[in-house]
Nanobody, 117 residues
């Protein structure tokens, strides 16, 4: 399984971006997908997740500003980010948990989001 993240860029504070993550390969059943981010000098942190059934959860810092969604038939996950803040600046990674014989974790390569003040 390959995950590819797209959509990062440079945006002013208050602006919006939409990240996409496509999954390809012999995927099996997708148990859940998530976005993580890692700012320079900091540990990677969980941002949002969506289960195979479509339930969503968010980190407290992004509630009300970020929306995670998924197009299951196309194996694409999105993260709509509104009202971006400089502290949202990070490399964003997509993650998936799939089942095909066993349970597997997959990571995308990351996409950079930079929010200027």
């Amino acid at each position: 399984v390959q995950l590819q993240a797209f959509g990062g860029g440079l945006v002013q504070a208050g602006g919006s971006l939409t990240l996409s993550c496509t999954a390809s390969g012999t995927i099996g059943t997708v148990n859940g997908m998530a976005w993580y981010r890692q700012a320079p000098g900091k540990e990677r942190e969980w941002v949002a997740e969506i289960t195979g059934a479509g339930s969503t959860q968010y980190a407290h810092s992004v509630i009300g500003r970020f929306t995670i969604s998924r197009d299951a038939p196309k194996n694409v996950m999105y993260l709509r980010m509104n009202n971006l803040k400089p502290e949202d600046t990070a490399t964003y990674y997509c993650h998936a948990v799939t089942t095909l014989g066993g349970e597997y974790n997959w990571w995308g390569q990351g996409t950079q989001v930079t929010v200027s003040s």
